[in-house]
């Protein structure tokens, strides 16, 4: 664990703990770990400024002053929402430890988030973008035709870029159409996908053997180097796809699994199988898409009705 400041052993050990029991006994991921790493540092840090020097140090005045902080910094509400909840869960747990008697942080004001709607494409925008892609990996360039594989799979399935950049090649089986997928919380599940993100598979796979090396293994997105496709290069190569359209404000691989939840749902989809799709836990999560559609319907019956 790297520190800006060292803590005090009363603070630094609950917390290296605390890290070990959600990397180990819930299975998080070495991503969520880091984030929840950041959130409590930041709050530790903020509380040994205050005189902290051990977990029964930690009361609400202090928890306070770190959100106050944290507020006059600049810090979004969804960040601070996010650090609040993390703080929360380290609490929860140094009371089931045994560590501390009462949780503080039960009567910590968490800041309400700006309800916000995920950037989507318009279908016809989503059109032009795999289109595009085709057309360059038309061109017989292994890394263009990875690329196109890697949007045409992204919008057909609506999966993660982390769960993309995870998949082996056994994982995409192309007779059914399905991928084997593994998500947060290694919860596995089997995504359907069509006819053009089978093609475009079935073409990177031909091409592949042109980047593989002895790092490549069984992955079956490969960087320019051969080894397995990381998460920075599949973020920078379907923003730069998304950004040479010029006109939309969509971001990223997260921008192609809204654009397929909401096209799913103007589809006629059910709420649940789209939960399924995406591997949400809760459906609150998912019905986020259902604002989505209805704004894009209030927009199209602003522009199409003569007494709207």
Request: overall charge positive.
């Amino acid at each position: 664990m790297t520190e800006e400041t060292p803590l005090p052993a009363g603070l630094r050990e609950p917390l290296e703990g605390f890290l070990r029991q959600i990397a180990l006994g819930r299975g998080r991921s070495q991503h969520t770990v880091r984030a929840y790493e950041g959130d409590l540092l930041s709050m530790l840090r903020s509380a040994q400024q205050d005189g902290a020097q051990d977990l029964s140090d930690l009361d609400l005045a202090r928890l306070r002053r770190w959100l106050g902080r944290q507020s006059e910094a600049g810090l979004a509400r969804s960040t601070l929402a996010r650090r609040t909840a993390a703080v929360r869960s380290f609490m929860a747990w140094a009371v089931r430890e045994g560590r501390l008697d009462v949780d503080p942080s039960l009567r910590l004001a968490s800041p309400k988030r700006h309800p916000s709607l995920p950037g989507v494409l318009h279908q016809e925008q989503t059109r032009r973008l795999l289109d595009g892609l085709s057309k360059a990996a038309g061109e017989g360039d292994p890394v263009a035709v990875r690329d196109w594989a890697l949007a045409e799979l992204l919008y057909a399935t609506g999966i993660r870029v982390s769960e993309l950049v995870g998949l082996d090649i056994d994982d995409a089986d192309l007779h059914s159409r399905t991928l084997r997928v593994l998500g947060k919380g290694n919860k596995q599940r089997t995504v359907p996908f069509g006819v053009p993100a089978a093609d475009a598979v079935v073409r990177w796979l031909g091409a592949r053997s042109a980047l593989v090396t002895g790092s490549s293994g069984s992955a079956l997105f490969l960087g320019r180097r051969g080894g397995r496709l990381g998460q920075r290069q599949a973020r920078e190569t379907i923003d730069a796809a998304l950004k040479s359209l010029g006109d939309t404000a969509a971001s990223g691989p997260h921008a192609l699994r809204h654009t397929a939840a909401t096209h799913l749902l103007d589809g006629g989809a059910d709420l649940r199988s789209v939960q399924e799709l995406l591997g949400h836990s809760s459906l609150a999560t998912t019905q986020l898409y259902t604002h989505v559609s209805v704004e894009r319907l209030r927009s199209s019956y602003l522009q199409a009705h003569p007494r709207a």
